[in-house]
C-alpha cells in the first residue's frame, strides 16, 4: 500500500519556481511509477508529468515540457515537480498520483490511478 503526502505548494509571483516534493509513508515506494497531476478550479483533473519506477524514464504534457521537471529518490521514497517559469495559468491543485509498475506513462488518466496524494495548492500572481 502507498501513502502519499505532497508538500511545497504555496504562492510565488510569475516567473518564480516551486518544488513540489510527494512522501510515500509506506514501504513500496520503488514499485511504483509516480507522476503529477493538477487541477485548477472549474476544470477536469490533467496530467502533468510521469516518472518510472527507476527513475531513467520521463513523460510530460507538452504543453509544460521545458518548464518542469520531475524526478524521485527511491531512497527517500519521495518524487518531486521543479516548476520553473511559473505562470498564472499554472494556479491550481497539484496531486501527486502512483501507478504499479510498470506503465505506460503516455497514457495516465486521472480515471486510472489507484493512489492520490491530498493535493497541495499552487498559486502563482501575476
Known amino acids: 500500500q502507498v501513502q502519499l503526502v505532497e508538500s511545497g505548494g504555496g504562492l510565488v509571483q510569475a516567473g518564480g519556481s516551486l518544488r513540489l516534493g510527494c512522501a510515500d509513508s509506506g514501504r513500496t515506494f520503488s514499485t511504483y511509477d509516480m507522476g503529477w497531476f493538477r487541477q485548477a478550479p472549474g476544470k477536469e483533473r490533467e496530467f502533468v508529468a510521469a516518472?518510472?519506477?527507476?527513475?531513467?524514464?520521463?513523460y510530460y504534457a507538452d504543453s509544460l515540457k521545458g518548464r518542469f521537471t520531475i524526478s524521485r529518490d527511491n531512497g527517500k521514497h519521495t518524487v518531486y515537480l521543479q516548476m520553473n517559469r511559473l505562470e498564472p495559468e499554472d494556479t491550481a491543485v497539484y496531486y501527486c498520483a502512483a501507478k504499479p509498475r510498470p506503465s505506460n506513462l503516455r497514457t495516465w488518466y486521472p480515471g486510472e490511478i489507484p493512489y492520490w496524494g491530498q493535493g497541495t495548492q499552487v498559486t502563482v500572481s501575476s
Open positions: 516518472i518510472d519506477w527507476v527513475g531513467d524514464i520521463t
